[in-house]
Structure formats: structure tokens, C-alpha cells
């Protein structure tokens, strides 16, 4: 199974958005799974006031940034300013190392959260990071920090109510990554920091309902569980991938079987396995 990358075309409109699908297959190694049933209500509010990407799309960096200004984060870098100069700064890393073609600045690639990341763990701000690919293993992984998700953006979703409330409707817009920093266990609200001023929403900050989030993650949405640095580093579990029993077989009989393969078949089967 190789990467499957998909660059979303932006329908511009008065806020930016530029999230970027990139789902890697080893990722189902590091599938977040939590023993915990019971859902309660919490929040990891950033520390920081609300950031605003402006005509920038740079939501992925605005997200880590705000990420680093939660609890589990801060204290790894207790005199850095995160504001709207160290996401830019911090969007600049992301496109030097994903995989879309140019450099912020002066290119305005967009990103994506596989990439926000690996790029955290090179800085030494994270130790690793999982990913949720559920609803429930997310909202599980909510309990704990606040986690990055990337979404398709729909038009329904530009304007929140007066209680802040979206809704995952209408014509798609792009892609978009926001931090999901609470969670109201009676209405079954997650709670979404946003970067598009504090004039947005409330504060910056909107609810979306569980069932709508689910939808939007289904649609190949994701949510990346980065690790603190103090934390220890989550472990692969092979046994997680669904696929491993089907591909034993090959993998036996094409790791012994080098002599009968012509040179372009092999480098086929070491590409194959490569991505396993």
C-alpha cells in the first residue's frame, strides 16, 4: 500500500484555509488506542491569544503552535514566543520537509499533519506521535491533550452560530487543520481552535458535534496524537495493521526467493516492501 496524498484545491473566500491529505500506511502501526470507556468533559485551551494565518495558508503550523501553548506542551519551551511569527516560521520547516513542491516562503504550499509531526519530533518538542483512525479513538485521545485534526472544510463551516456552533455542511471549500482543545460530554460538542482572529466564533474558538466530526473525519480526515517530548515514545504494533497476515505469505516467499527474481522484479518487490 503506498501514500496516499491528495492536494486539496482551496476555494479562496475570506479566510485561508491549506491542509493537505497525506496518509502513510506504516502510520497503522502507531494507531492511538485507549483502555478508557467513559468520556468526560475537559479542555486543553492554548495559552496563547488567538492566532490569525490571515491570507497565509498555514493552518497546519498555526495548529502545532497552538498545540505547544497547551499544558502537556509549554513547559518545553517556556520562553518561546508562540505567536503568529513562530508559525510562519514553524509552516517554513513543514514545506521545507513535506513532500509539495516549494518553500514557504515564498511558495504557499499548504501542509499537512503526518508532516507537523515528524517536524515537531526533529525540533526535540515531541517525543512521537500516533494517529486516531476512529472517532472514538480520538475523542479517547481528547481526554488526555488537545489533538491536531485536519478536516475537509465545507462552506457551512466558515460562519458559527451565536453559540458557536458549526456544522459540517454545504459546498467544500478545501482543507483545514485545527486544534480540538475540549469536549462537552452533555452535548457531545467538540471544541476547535481555530486562526482566523479572535473576531471569529467565540474568541477564535467553535464547536462542531460529534456527528458531524465524524463525517468530516471519514472523508479522509485525520487526527495526529503528537507526543510531549517528556513523554516516552510510542512503540509500532505491527499486529495493528489488518493487512499483515494477508501479506506473510509474500513476504516469506519473496525475501527467500531472490535468486529466481530478474533484477526489475526485484527492485518491484523491495519498492512493495518498502511501504508495507
Same mark, same amino acid.
Given at each position: 500500500?503506498?501514500?496516499?496524498?491528495?492536494?486539496?484545491?482551496?476555494?479562496?473566500?475570506?479566510?485561508?484555509?491549506?491542509?493537505?491529505? *497525506?496518509?502513510?500506511?506504516?502510520?497503522?502501526? !502507531?494507531?492511538?488506542? %485507549?483502555?478508557?470507556?467513559?468520556?468526560?468533559?475537559?479542555?486543553?485551551?492554548?495559552?496563547?491569544?488567538?492566532?490569525?494565518?490571515?491570507?497565509?495558508?498555514?493552518?497546519?503550523? &498555526?495548529?502545532?503552535?497552538?498545540?505547544?501553548?497547551? +499544558?502537556?506542551?509549554?513547559?518545553?519551551?517556556? %520562553?518561546?514566543?508562540?505567536?503568529?511569527? !513562530?508559525?510562519?516560521?514553524?509552516?517554513?520547516?513543514?514545506? =521545507?520537509?513535506? +513532500?509539495?513542491?516549494?518553500?514557504?516562503?515564498?511558495?504557499?504550499?499548504?501542509?499537512?499533519?503526518?508532516?507537523?509531526?515528524?517536524?515537531?519530533?526533529? *525540533?526535540?518538542?515531541? %517525543?512521537? !506521535?500516533?494517529?486516531?483512525? +476512529?472517532?472514538? %479513538?480520538?475523542?479517547?485521545?481528547?481526554?488526555?491533550?488537545?489533538?491536531?485534526?485536519?478536516?475537509?472544510?465545507?462552506?457551512?463551516?466558515? &460562519?458559527?452560530?451565536?453559540?458557536?456552533?458549526?456544522?459540517?455542511?454545504?459546498?467544500?471549500?478545501?482543507?483545514?487543520?485545527?486544534? =480540538?482543545?475540549?469536549?462537552?460530554?452533555?452535548?457531545?460538542?467538540?471544541?476547535?481552535?481555530?486562526?482566523?482572529?479572535?473576531?471569529?466564533?467565540?474568541?477564535?474558538?467553535?464547536?462542531?458535534?460529534?456527528?458531524?466530526?465524524?463525517?468530516?473525519?471519514?472523508?479522509?480526515?485525520?487526527?495526529?496524537?503528537?507526543?510531549?517530548?517528556?513523554?516516552?515514545?510510542?512503540?509500532?504494533?505491527?499486529?495493528? +495493521?489488518?493487512?499483515?497476515?494477508?501479506?506473510?505469505?509474500?513476504?516469506?516467499?519473496?525475501?527467500?526467493?531472490?535468486?529466481?527474481?530478474?533484477? =526489475?522484479?526485484?527492485?518491484?518487490?523491495?519498492?512493495?516492501?518498502?511501504? *508495507?
Amino acid at each position: 500500500m503506498s501514500t496516499h496524498y491528495v492536494r486539496l484545491p482551496e476555494q479562496l473566500s475570506d479566510h485561508r484555509l491549506g491542509r493537505h491529505v *497525506r496518509h502513510d500506511p506504516r502510520s497503522r502501526a !502507531y494507531r492511538y488506542r %485507549s483502555t478508557s470507556t467513559t468520556l468526560q468533559s475537559v479542555t486543553h485551551l492554548p495559552s496563547i491569544p488567538c492566532l490569525d494565518q490571515g491570507d497565509v495558508g498555514s493552518c497546519v503550523a &498555526n495548529t502545532g503552535t497552538e498545540l505547544l501553548a497547551t +499544558d502537556a506542551f509549554r513547559p518545553l519551551a517556556p %520562553s518561546v514566543p508562540l505567536d503568529e511569527a !513562530y508559525a510562519q516560521a514553524l509552516y517554513h520547516d513543514l514545506t =521545507a520537509s513535506d +513532500d509539495y513542491s516549494g518553500t514557504w516562503p515564498p511558495t504557499d504550499t499548504g501542509s499537512d499533519g503526518l508532516t507537523l509531526g515528524k517536524v515537531l519530533v526533529a *525540533r526535540g518538542l515531541a %517525543s512521537g !506521535y500516533q494517529h486516531a483512525m +476512529d472517532v472514538a %479513538s480520538f475523542l479517547a485521545a481528547l481526554q488526555t491533550r488537545a489533538v491536531p485534526i485536519g478536516i475537509t472544510w465545507k462552506s457551512g463551516c466558515d &460562519n458559527p452560530s451565536p453559540s458557536g456552533l458549526i456544522r459540517w455542511t454545504g459546498s467544500v471549500r478545501g482543507g483545514h487543520e485545527l486544534l =480540538a482543545c475540549g469536549y462537552d460530554a452533555a452535548r457531545q460538542w467538540v471544541l476547535l481552535q481555530n486562526h482566523w482572529a479572535a473576531d471569529w466564533g467565540i474568541g477564535g474558538r467553535c464547536w462542531m458535534p460529534v456527528a458531524d466530526l465524524t463525517a468530516a473525519l471519514a472523508d479522509d480526515g485525520d487526527a495526529t496524537i503528537v507526543i510531549p517530548a517528556t513523554v516516552p515514545a510510542p512503540v509500532p504494533t505491527p499486529a495493528a +495493521d489488518a493487512y499483515a497476515a494477508i501479506r506473510a505469505p509474500f513476504d516469506a516467499w519473496a525475501l527467500t526467493a531472490t535468486a529466481k527474481l530478474t533484477k =526489475a522484479s526485484r527492485a518491484a518487490r523491495d519498492a512493495w516492501l518498502s511501504v *508495507r
